[in-house]
């Protein structure tokens, strides 16, 4: 299995600019997350879905922060318009339910956002 | 409201001894706890995790070992090795079974040097 799939892996862009990051979870996963990692903050949890639908949004910052899963191979969180302090590394991570799953989460390698 | 907690930012040990790694937690809904490493570059893995009906788990090298009553939890690798430098991330969730969300801890980067 190819793991969990983001892209891009770095994207460098200017304040007030839309930012769109994207992940693959594993083919079967039906819990998808996205986390972002500061040094302030750690690694925190934004959002999160289960067979397509957000179940938990309440660590998303602010308005400006949106994320969509329109199928179950594909999600994307975007930022419109994006401000310096939303440089980060930005995590997906993926975990299949039913009998027997444990709440073990698979990462993706991470989008580093530059936000200038 | 940081609930999970790792109050060492770094450690440092030699090849062939032992590492230990520390977290605290503060909320008593807690009940599956993990550790994950991270390499420079590349997301977090998973690497062992433990139910609170346990004290202990073992896998390999590395040992995690919960107590409950204290709301600490740590992390044994004996004996490490240069490839175990990483960062680590103690996590905590309110279910064993999937669909929970993960709190995770600052995080604490370990180097073992030859």
């Known amino acids: 299995d190819a793991g969990v799939i983001q892209s891009p892996r770095h994207e460098v862009t200017e304040m007030g600019q839309e930012v769109t990051l994207r992940c693959k979870p594993i083919s079967g996963h039906d819990y998808l997350f996205w986390y972002r990692q500061t040094m302030m903050r750690g690694l925190e949890l934004l959002i999160y879905?289960?067979?397509?639908?957000?179940?938990?949004d309440s660590g998303m910052p602010e308005d400006r922060f949106s994320a969509k899963m329109p199928n179950a191979s594909f999600s994307t969180l975007k930022i419109q318009p994006s401000e310096p302090r939303d440089s980060a590394v930005y995590f997906c991570?993926?975990?299949?339910?039913?009998?027997?799953?444990?709440?073990?989460?698979?990462f993706g390698a991470g989008t580093r956002l530059s936000v200038l | 409201d940081q609930q999970v907690k790792q109050n060492s930012p770094s450690l440092s040990v030699q090849e062939g001894r032992i590492s230990i790694l520390n977290c605290d937690y503060t909320?008593?809904?807690?009940?599956?706890f993990l550790w994950y490493k991270k390499y420079p570059a590349e997301g977090p893995t998973f690497l062992i995790s433990i139910s609170s009906i346990k004290d202990k788990n073992e896998d390999g090298r590395f040992t995690v070992f919960l107590n409950k009553s204290a709301k600490h939890l740590s992390l044994h690798i004996v004996p490490s090795q240069p490839g175990d430098s990483a960062v680590y991330f103690c996590a905590a969730s309110a279910k064993e079974t999937s669909g929970s969300r993960l709190t995770f801890g600052e995080g604490t980067q370990l180097t073992v040097n030859p």
């Open positions: 991570a993926s975990t299949p339910s039913g009998s027997g799953s444990k709440n073990i989460q698979y």
């Open positions: 879905f289960n067979n397509n639908v957000p179940i938990d």
């Open positions: 909320n008593s809904m807690f009940d599956y």
